[in-house]
Nanobody, 117 residues
């Protein structure tokens, strides 16, 4: 069955770094765009970063220059390197896979990121 398993969340200090991973299984990874989304308490879920099946990346303006999304097709894994973290980055971070030219998509269960001193 399809699985997206996030890891790497936790507590970081402002200005610190974390690296999230999302391990995918149960589908053909190379045909899917992968994305990271986040949801803070009481707020809607918003896109953070997307990487297409071809490797093109897009970022939310709030994280541009601080976060980097990447993918390793050999490991069917997508990463989110988060640097210069701010308290406002605190949220549950979700991984999403979306099939090219299709509405088919899958979500992970989420991983908590807390930025606090």
């Amino acid at each position: 069955q399809v699985q997206l398993v996030e890891s790497g969340g936790g507590l970081a200090q402002p200005g610190g770094s974390l690296k999230l991973s999302c391990a995918a299984s149960g589908f053909t990874f190379r045909y899917y765009a992968m994305g990271w989304y986040r949801q803070a308490p009481g707020k809607q879920r918003d896109v953070v970063a997307i990487i297409t099946s071809g490797g093109t990346t897009n970022y939310a303006k709030s994280v541009e220059g601080r976060f980097t999304i990447s993918r390793d097709s050999a490991k069917s894994t997508v990463f989110l390197q988060m640097n210069y973290l701010k308290p406002e980055d605190t949220a549950i971070y979700y991984c999403k896979a979306r099939r090219d030219n299709s509405g088919l998509e899958y979500w992970g269960q989420g991983t908590q990121v807390t930025v606090s001193s």
